[in-house]
């Protein structure tokens, strides 16, 4: 399953609402589906899992939703420490393995 | 609080053999809910999940890495470890261990800070 993030760069205000799109080349399970947080010289930090379940220590301002093969990273409000890049991420069966989006660039405007 | 620690040269000639290992503290490598997997990410570029393995020595492998790849566990020092041979410039890359969740995507909830691992003669 290849997986399309889209817009590549997300160009956006502090206080604004970003909408992030994962889209994946074959329909498959959203308990499947986890989103994650890249900041430079960081490790991703997990955001979502099973498409909707925030992680632990998650703001609520992130949100996840989707099915089937389109998937949306919501975060309601940007506050100036959520600009980073965001990646989706698929676990497929058949063989078993993940797979990662090219990820989203969210920059401030 | 589960730490996970990256080790191993920064710096591998080509053509010779890549070896990382992962040190988890903080939690047992043998847990039944986990599994343990690497990930690589070239600068500037995006992630690339390399494989996967569980406390039992199971793994799993990139189709595209497969071949170069392996991946081993040890139980006793609560570590696992990577292998890539014939590496070229193209392996130069962050990599990263990862704890992932089994049972729910292998989604990677504890990761490593990274090491940056470049090839070059």
């Known amino acids: 399953i290849v997986l399309t993030q889209s817009p590549g760069t997300l160009s956006l205000s502090p206080g604004e609402r970003a909408t992030l799109s994962c889209r994946a080349s074959?329909?498959?399970?959203?308990?499947?589906l986890a989103w994650y947080q890249q900041k430079p010289g960081q490790a991703p930090r997990l955001l979502i899992y099973?498409?909707?379940s925030r992680a632990t220590g998650i703001p609520d301002r992130f949100s996840g939703s989707g099915s089937g093969t389109d998937f949306t990273l919501t975060i309601s409000r940007l506050e100036p420490e959520d600009f980073a890049v965001y990646y989706c991420?698929?676990?497929?069966?058949?063989?078993?393995?993940?797979?990662f989006g090219q990820g989203t660039r969210l920059e401030i405007k | 609080q589960l730490q996970l620690h990256e080790s191993g040269p920064g710096l591998v000639k080509p053509s010779e053999t890549l070896s990382l290992t992962c040190s988890v503290s903080?939690?047992?490598?043998?847990?039944?809910?986990?599994?343990w997997g690497w990930v690589r990410q070239p600068a500037g570029k995006g992630l690339e999940w390399i494989g996967t393995?569980?406390?039992?020595?199971?793994?799993y492998y990139n189709p595209s890495l497969k071949s170069r790849v392996t991946i081993a566990v040890d139980a006793s020092k609560n570590q696992f470890s990577l292998k890539v041979n014939s590496v070229t410039a193209a392996d130069t890359a962050m990599y990263y261990c990862?704890?992932?969740?089994?049972?729910?995507?292998?989604?990677?909830?504890?990761w490593g800070q990274g090491t940056l691992v470049t090839v070059s003669s």
């Open positions: 099973g498409a909707s």
């Open positions: 991420q698929q676990y497929g069966f058949s063989p078993p393995g993940i797979t």
């Open positions: 903080g939690g047992s490598i043998s847990s039944s809910d986990h599994f």
């Open positions: 074959h329909i498959f399970s959203s308990s499947y």
């Open positions: 393995i569980y406390y039992s020595g199971t793994t």
């Open positions: 990862a704890r992932q969740v089994a049972g729910s995507g292998w989604y990677g909830d504890y």
